[in-house]
Structures are given as structure tokens and as C-alpha cells.
């Protein structure tokens, strides 16, 4: 028997250690060549790792939650013959990006892993810092209903082994990257179908502790860094968006076979307009270094809601774009996120971020900033009202109209309340003459 030390290989430029978010053995489980080891968060990507051997588990470098530095022993086995240390450099794995689904996710990370709580778990000395950014894994497309094993795919053979005991056609499953098939891609396969029952069981009345990590633990570390961080103020104004909804009717009229335009492109639209008279709200304060960068173009945040918390995808030069380009930008980015495709650059570099609830969104709201960012809007739901309208002739009458509040908070140390009310007015001006989002 030999003893096998796997090493946290280099798993790109700049890291220096990852967090660990599910493990796939247990001491004392039996592995073979490329079977799944775990799933570890680094500030670029969620790695899965694989084992370069076959052999039986005999330590892990902690437990899910845990952080591991590079070179630094991930995992022990025992194999049938000598095999050596693995050199931390190299090691196979994949890049794919956290849950951002908001029906079934592709990575439960409120599951804790498959360890077995009353299994003993030897510790390596993992050291501890705050997790990284996560990104995310392509779609994948539903299987057929009769799936065939195919082998024209290039897969490792305990992939196609576990592809035949789900039942899945490997040519149906997308691979992430590179063409090669893995086990994250057959589980993101599983989960998007919908047809393995691998959705998280229903509450069944008794109480359940969940351990932070991953994403939702880096939400709840940015939410937490950005209040005790930023001094928010909020400012709320109602607009008439009763000829903001007549213009987008018109619009979706005018191409009956395109995609729908929704508020979102007609408000980003408002924001890009407006922003321009008002750099300091389109910046990012870099508060250690006591710098703000005011940026020329408006890179453009949407909040996305989904099962594993708040991501934001980002659309780069949004000022750049018409109404139609900022509505399937929106559509691609939020389907990536949905779908855990999107790529890390897409969901970094915001300068300037709108979150919206839509006919959840009350109205009135005090969203948390996006640091570095020192300033976010949320459109609130749109209510139907009476309120006096001009009657053409000079008077007024009581008319139905269409009023959804604006609610911004800013980070007081760089925007003055005066200015974040003069930004919403001149948003507010756009949203009541929505003709002039049409104009040069």
C-alpha cells in the first residue's frame, strides 16, 4: 500500500488559498481515478477538484466552510501501490461558477456536503480568510426522455460510468469547458432537467441549522462590510409612469416577433441619460485608499434575485446601448446568472447598480449599496391611482394614472443629499417625457 498526498494545486494567477464548499468523500470512502474530491470557491471561480488516483480517503484538510492555502495538502489517500506526492501545480479540475438559479439550482451550497456528521473527519491545518467572488457554469439543455449512453464525447471513464447509472446521454449534457465532459456538468445536467428528484425536500416541520459558505456567506460579508462601511441615506420620489407604459406598449407593437421590452431597458435608459450631469453618483470609492473614481462610462448593475442569494450582472458601456440592446443584454445576463453561465467578468466592475422587486417592490425601499459603488436605485412597483391630471383646457380633472416611486440610497461620505435628489428628478423628468429616451 503507498500513501498518496494530493496538494491544492495552483488554480490561477493571483490565488493564493480557497474556500472549501462541498466535499464529495468521506474518511474511509473508496475514490477512483477522476471521481469528484470537492468543490472549492477561489475569488475568480468554483473549482472542482478530481482525484488524479484511485484510492481509499484517509484525511481531509477540514471541513465545508474551511480554507485551504495552495500547496497545501487537500487530501490523503491509500493507494494499491507507491505512487508519490502529487505536485501542487497540477491537478485536474474545472472551473464553473456558483447557484445563481432561482427554480433549481445546479449547486445547493446551503447543503453542507456529503459528509457524514458522525463520520470523524482528520484536520490538515486549514487557514481562514474571507471567501472570494463567485462566477458561473454554462446551461444545459433538458435530456430526452428515452436517454442513450452515446460515446462520441470525450468524458473519463468514471463520468461516463456515472452518466449510465443516472441514465443520461452524454451527448445531450453541454460540457463547461474545453469539450470535456465532468461531474459538475452532469450535475448541472440533473438539476436543470428536473427529472432526479435532486431538489432540496420541503420543510418537514422540523428545525434545521445550515452552515454559511460560498456565495451566500460572500453576501452576507459584503452586505455586512457595506453598512458598517458606508453611511447610507435614502431619498424617495414618486413619477408619473403612465406615458412610460403607453411608450413601451407601442414599442412591443412596433416589433410584434422581437422580444418584449420591459421597464428595466426604458429605466437604465433614464439612469445612462441622466448620470452624465451627475458624476459623482456613477463612481466607486475606494475607501483605503481614500479615492473616488468618477467613470465616464456607466457600466450598469442589475440586482438579480435567485435561490442562492443576490448576484449582479453587469452590462458594460449600458450609456452605448438602445432600448433593444439594453433589453437582451438584460435577458442574456440574467438567463447566464439563472442558468450558471455567466462569466466572471460579467459579474464584476459595476459602477452604478438598479435592483428591482418588480410587483414585489413596495413603495418605498432602502437597498443596501453595492461597495465600491456609492450610489443604487429601486424603481418601485407601479400602483394605479387617481390624481389631477391637466384637462386641455387650461383646468385640471381627476384622471387614472400609472405612479411608481423611486427610491436611491447613496454613500454620504461622497454624494450630498442634494445631489442624489437632483438625480432622481432629472430620472423623473425622463420617465414622464419617456419620448425624450428616443432623442440623441
Same mark, same amino acid.
Not at 225 to 245: G, M, Q, W
Given at each position: 500500500m503507498g500513501r498518496f498526498v494530493f496538494r491544492l494545486p495552483d488554480i490561477g494567477e493571483g490565488i493564493a488559498e480557497a474556500e472549501i464548499v462541498a466535499w464529495h468523500v468521506n474518511v474511509g470512502d473508496r475514490i477512483e481515478e477522476d471521481g469528484r474530491l470537492a468543490d472549492?470557491?477561489? $475569488?475568480?471561480?468554483?473549482?472542482?477538484?478530481?482525484?488524479?488516483?484511485?484510492?481509499?480517503?484517509?484525511? /481531509?484538510?477540514?471541513?465545508?466552510?474551511?480554507?485551504?492555502?495552495?500547496?497545501? *495538502?487537500?487530501?490523503?489517500? %491509500?493507494?494499491e501501490g507507491d505512487v508519490g506526492e502529487e505536485p501542487a501545480p497540477t491537478a485536474p479540475m474545472v472551473e464553473e461558477q456558483t447557484e445563481v438559479v432561482p427554480k433549481v439550482s445546479a449547486r445547493p451550497w446551503s447543503d453542507t456536503g456529503r459528509a457524514d456528521p458522525g463520520a470523524e473527519t482528520p484536520s490538515i491545518a486549514p487557514s481562514s480568510s474571507p471567501p472570494p467572488e463567485p462566477v458561473c457554469s454554462e446551461p444545459v439543455e433538458d435530456r430526452p426522455a428515452t436517454p442513450i449512453l452515446s460515446a462520441k464525447v470525450l468524458a473519463s471513464p468514471a463520468v461516463r460510468q456515472r452518466a449510465k447509472e443516472l441514465g443520461i446521454d452524454l451527448a445531450r449534457v453541454r460540457p463547461a469547458e474545453g469539450g470535456r465532459i465532468r461531474h459538475a456538468d452532469l450535475d448541472a445536467f440533473v438539476s436543470y432537467s428536473g427529472e432526479k428528484g435532486y431538489a432540496p425536500a420541503g420543510p418537514d416541520g422540523r428545525d434545521e441549522t445550515i452552515k454559511i459558505v460560498g456565495l451566500r456567506r460572500r453576501i452576507a460579508e459584503n452586505m455586512?462590510?457595506?453598512?458598517? =462601511?458606508?453611511?447610507?441615506?435614502?431619498?424617495?420620489? %414618486?413619477? $408619473?409612469?403612465? $406615458?412610460? %407604459?403607453k411608450l413601451r406598449a407601442d414599442l412591443n407593437a412596433s416589433r410584434p416577433d422581437g422580444p418584449k421590452l420591459t421597464l428595466l431597458p426604458l429605466l437604465i435608459a433614464a439612469v445612462c441619460r441622466s448620470l452624465p450631469g451627475f458624476p459623482m453618483l456613477n463612481a466607486r470609492y475606494d475607501d483605503e485608499a481614500n479615492v473616488v473614481t468618477r467613470h465616464g462610462a456607466v457600466h450598469m448593475g442589475v440586482a438579480t434575485m435567485t435561490e442562492a442569494g443576490l448576484m449582479v450582472p453587469v452590462i458594460r458601456d449600458a450609456q452605448a446601448k438602445n432600448l433593444?440592446?439594453?433589453?437582451?443584454?438584460?435577458?442574456?445576463? +440574467?438567463?447566464?446568472?439563472?442558468?450558471?453561465?455567466?462569466?466572471? !467578468?460579467?459579474?464584476?466592475?459595476?459602477?452604478?447598480?438598479?435592483?428591482?422587486?418588480?410587483? /414585489?417592490?413596495?413603495?418605498? +425601499?432602502?437597498?443596501?449599496? =453595492?461597495?465600491?459603488?456609492?450610489?443604487?436605485?429601486? *424603481? =418601485?412597483?407601479?400602483? !394605479?391611482?387617481?390624481?389631477?391630471?391637466? $384637462?386641455?383646457?387650461?383646468?385640471?380633472?381627476?384622471?387614472?394614472r400609472k405612479l411608481m416611486n423611486l427610491s436611491i440610497s447613496c454613500d454620504h461620505r461622497v454624494v450630498d443629499g442634494y445631489d442624489a435628489a437632483a438625480f432622481v428628478q432629472e430620472v423623473k423628468r425622463l420617465i414622464e417625457t419617456p419620448v425624450l429616451l428616443l432623442t440623441d
Open positions: 472549492l470557491m477561489t $475569488d475568480k471561480a468554483t473549482v472542482e477538484m478530481e482525484s488524479p488516483v484511485a484510492g481509499k480517503v484517509l484525511e /481531509l484538510a477540514g471541513e465545508v466552510g474551511g480554507v485551504v492555502a495552495i500547496g497545501t *495538502p487537500l487530501v490523503v489517500l %491509500e493507494t455586512a462590510a457595506s453598512k458598517r =462601511n458606508i453611511p447610507h441615506f435614502s431619498y424617495v420620489e %414618486e413619477c $408619473d409612469a403612465t $406615458d412610460l %407604459e433593444w440592446q439594453l433589453a437582451a443584454e438584460i435577458l442574456r445576463l +440574467s438567463e447566464a446568472a439563472r442558468t450558471a453561465s455567466a462569466r466572471a !467578468e460579467e459579474l464584476s466592475g459595476s459602477t452604478f447598480t438598479i435592483t428591482s422587486l418588480g410587483p /414585489l417592490g413596495g413603495i418605498a +425601499s432602502t437597498p443596501v449599496i =453595492n461597495r465600491p459603488e456609492v450610489a443604487i436605485l429601486a *424603481p =418601485n412597483r407601479i400602483v !394605479e391611482r387617481p390624481m389631477f391630471v391637466p $384637462d386641455g383646457m387650461g383646468g385640471e380633472r381627476i384622471g387614472k
